[in-house]
């Protein structure tokens, strides 16, 4: 099946610096979803960006689905940004079910 | 509901005992899906519906993992002589139509002792 690869697998950072983290996946997807989990175990839906280029708020995210890769921005990072942020893909093989293949994650903690 | 809603939260079960995990999910959204997720791992796909009927179950690990949607709306995911290795997040999530933005439920930590 189609592999995700997530880094950095752990990032630390101080308060208002930022950050970009990678999602790469070897197969054609048909979209992508970046998630971020909270400490209590909810998946926080961020961005559903099959291609191209969004921005919510401090956040951006950009998915070149030719070269299988998609980066999330991160900017003036916030103690409450703090968490796992996972990439998450619906592989083209993925049959009528469109399910979600997920990466290991990134954990991110923003030191105040 | 605004969201995904999965009861319990946590449940706590002495090996061997049966559980049930329900799914409530969102308003109108035709596809329901269960995932599990070990602890630093991503979640992993068990389950999918389409309407009332379970359309992929390829990823349920074992004939003890049932789950049912009589109604097309809430779920039941149901574990028969639950093992210690059972023990997991289980997370729900439901979309407009298969392939569409996958929203989550807060999950249910099982924990099997």
């Known amino acids: 099946g189609i592999q995700v690869e997530q880094s950095p697998p752990d990032l630390i950072l101080q308060e208002g610096a930022n950050s970009t983290l990678r999602c790469n996946f070897s197969d054609s997807v048909n979209n992508l979803q970046w998630f971020h989990q909270n400490p209590w175990g909810q998946l926080i839906n961020l961005f559903y960006?099959?291609?191209g280029t969004k921005q919510n708020g401090r956040l951006s995210a950009t998915t070149v689905a030719t070269e299988r890769y998609s980066l999330l921005y991160i900017s003036s990072s916030q103690t409450t940004d703090s968490g796992v942020y996972f990439c998450a893909v619906d592989p083209i093989s993925s049959g009528s079910a469109r399910q979600l293949t997920f990466g290991s994650g990134t954990q991110l903690t923003v030191l105040p | 509901g605004a969201g995904v809603s999965q009861t319990p939260s946590n449940k706590v079960t002495e090996k061997g005992k049966y559980v049930e995990l329900r799914c409530d999910p969102i308003?109108?959204?035709?596809?329901l899906y269960w995932y599990r997720q070990s602890l630093g791992q991503g979640p992993e796909f068990l389950i999918y519906f389409q309407g009332t009927g379970a359309a992929d179950d390829s990823g349920l690990p074992n004939d003890r993992f049932f789950a049912v949607r009589p109604e097309g709306s809430v779920s039941t995911l149901k574990i028969q002589r639950t093992e210690r290795g059972d023990s997991a997040m289980y997370l729900c999530?439901?979309?407009?139509?298969?392939?569409?933005?996958?929203?989550f439920g807060q999950g249910t930590r099982l924990t099997v002792v």
């Open positions: 308003s109108g959204h035709t596809a």
């Open positions: 999530a439901s979309s407009y139509d298969r392939g569409s933005e996958a929203f």
């Open positions: 960006i099959p291609s």
